[in-house]
């Protein structure tokens, strides 16, 4: 998804974009990992704004004043003023995100079960009630991660997926390829004719229930993981599930791109705040969650990226695409939450992926790291050496300094509360 | 985009201001402040420390990306605004307010990196 920051200077969490514009007028880099305000003059050497791709929402972004960037071939908000306030408003009342570059897929067939038992890490026969979810790595031969994903459960031969957006394309083509390998006769939908809103926050249920009173009755009930369709609801065929990316409740929704619009206005008028990708990358980082592309890739086994919990081996017949790479290879690293400390109330700068983490039993990296509005600490996860645990110290170099950091266990911040502590 | 007439300014966005007794103020701008985003930590030169035209001598991080400040003549470092250190996104609210250091330019120094106003507007495709 997010492409990783060249080590020649740009210390961002943000795409392609940035870094082409980065590489204009360098002034001579240092060791470190930061660099000049160019990076913010325009260029001719950016991608053209015509190569990229537009969610249906792109207008109303730009009405809004957004600011927009290149996130993998897509132009997207990174805020619509300042990410910090977005943040807040998540954690406080109901901020909303056009994921519409995500692809929704749907897998209709009898062998769907069957497909999916074979296809991904986690275990699809936890999937006993129509419409429940789970989260699940798609692993290739070698037991690297393809991309991580939410399979939705309809019927035994109706499931739906949603995949990454910089992935889609490449998970699309794995499936198809798995199917015809397999011959699981399934039909694979890729759902480009839908558009996703994620809505998060304490009060994002009940305000998408102002938008969508009908919904109101079957999913007042509904647990975490499970998501329910309405096909004639007033905005059309729509899916609600109680899911998301920011350690927040409330709905990510499905609804026809021919919709989205209007849908996404009557929710501003309900008084959600429109957030973009600055704030949901502080969002996910305090809730503990991975970010493909950045904290694994298709080199990195699900068990050194935090992520065995979603690979479920407990039935030994199910042989999935990657089980035995996994089985092999086991774990060979740990995947923890970094704090900055602060010395004389002070933090001596921010957490960035790439850093390298010393160790008193070798070196780690940094995969994701940033400021927390929410906790005012700047925290990251890392990759470090098998042995290091919550409570250890450890340095992270931050432009040739070593700086005291603490290890804890994540997630950082749930449902609003502060759980990390230096 | 505030682009103030009476300051001077240097392509990597940063403003310069000559006070009468000939030292140079310098902050970033409207622009810088706005593309950079919330700006979550600030490391200033120690004064007295002797800069070259060009050099790094701060770094201003935002929650999403770390960008060095340069040098825009080669001086002494005689000011620096700790006072900003505490609450960094006083930048965002008021980047013409909000300096970061002031130089004593040497006597040699070259001020061929300043442009004007207008200048500045056209780079950044005003």
């Known amino acids: ?422 | 985009m505030s682009i103030p007439a009476d300051l001077k300014y240097t392509e990597s966005h940063e403003w310069v201001r000559t006070e009468s007794d000939g030292t140079l103020t310098i902050g970033i701008t409207d622009h810088a402040q706005e593309a950079l985003g919330d700006v979550v930590f600030i490391e200033l030169p120690p004064v007295g420390k002797t800069v070259a035209a060009g050099d790094a001598i701060a770094v201003i991080e935002s929650v999403k990306a770390a960008s060095d400040i340069y040098a825009p003549v080669s001086g002494e470092i005689v000011g620096a605004n700790d006072a900003l250190t505490g609450t960094p996104d006083q930048i965002n609210g008021t980047p013409y307010e909000s300096w970061l250091f002031k130089i004593k330019p040497a006597a040699d120094a070259k001020t061929d990196r300043l442009i004007d106003a207008g200048a500045y507007a056209t780079s950044i495709g005003e």
């Open chain 1, 1 to 422: 998804m997010y492409r990783i920051a060249t080590r020649f200077g740009l210390c961002t969490l943000l795409p392609d974009g940035f870094t082409h514009l980065a590489q204009l007028k360098k002034p001579k880099p240092r060791a470190g990992s930061t660099h000049g305000l160019f990076l913010f003059s325009r260029t001719p050497e950016a991608r053209s704004m015509s190569d990229l791709q537009h969610t249906p929402l792109h207008a109303a972004h730009l009405a809004l004043n957004a600011r927009m960037v290149d996130f993998g071939g897509w132009d997207m908000p990174v805020n619509y003023g300042s990410q910090i306030d977005e943040h807040h408003a998540v954690r406080t009342d109901a901020g909303m995100f056009d994921v519409s570059h995500m692809r929704v897929v749907d897998f209709t067939g009898d062998k769907a079960r069957e497909f999916f038992k074979y296809a991904i890490a986690n275990n699809v026969d936890k999937l006993t009630v129509p419409g429940k979810a789970l989260y699940s790595c798609l692993l290739n031969p070698e037991g690297g991660v393809i991309d991580d994903l939410i399979v939705y459960y309809f019927a035994d031969d109706n499931y739906r997926v949603v995949v990454n957006a910089g992935t889609a394309e490449k998970d699309i083509a794995w499936f198809g390829h798995l199917n015809a390998e397999g011959g699981f006769g399934l039909t694979i939908s890729p759902r480009r004719d839908f558009a996703i809103v994620a809505v998060q926050g304490p009060n994002a249920r009940e305000k998408v229930w102002q938008v969508l009173p009908e919904t109101r009755d079957a999913t007042a009930e509904l647990k975490p993981f499970n998501a329910v369709q309405f096909p004639a609801s007033s905005f059309g065929d729509v899916m609600l599930a109680r899911t998301g990316y920011t350690g927040e409740d409330g709905f990510e929704i499905v609804v026809p791109a021919t919709q989205v619009e209007v849908f996404w206005n009557a929710l501003i008028a309900q008084g959600v705040k429109p957030a973009g990708l600055g704030a949901r990358d502080t969002l996910r980082l305090e809730a503990g969650m991975n970010l493909y592309g950045q904290d694994m890739d298709d080199t990195v086994s699900p068990l050194d990226a935090g992520l065995a919990w979603t690979v479920d081996l407990s039935d030994t017949n199910r042989a999935f695409v990657g089980r035995a790479a996994l089985e092999a290879n086991g774990s060979k690293a740990r995947f923890v939450g970094l704090i900055l400390q602060k010395e004389n109330g002070r933090a001596g700068g921010v957490l960035r992926a790439h850093q390298k983490v010393v160790t008193a039993d070798g070196e780690g990296e940094i995969t994701s790291g940033t400021f927390s509005p929410s906790m005012q600490e700047s925290i990251a996860f890392a990759r470090v050496p098998a042995s290091v645990k919550p409570g250890d110290k450890v340095h992270v170099v931050i432009r040739d300094k070593q700086l005291p950091a603490s290890v804890v266990k994540l997630p950082f911040v749930r449902n609003g509360k502060v759980l990390a502590a230096l």
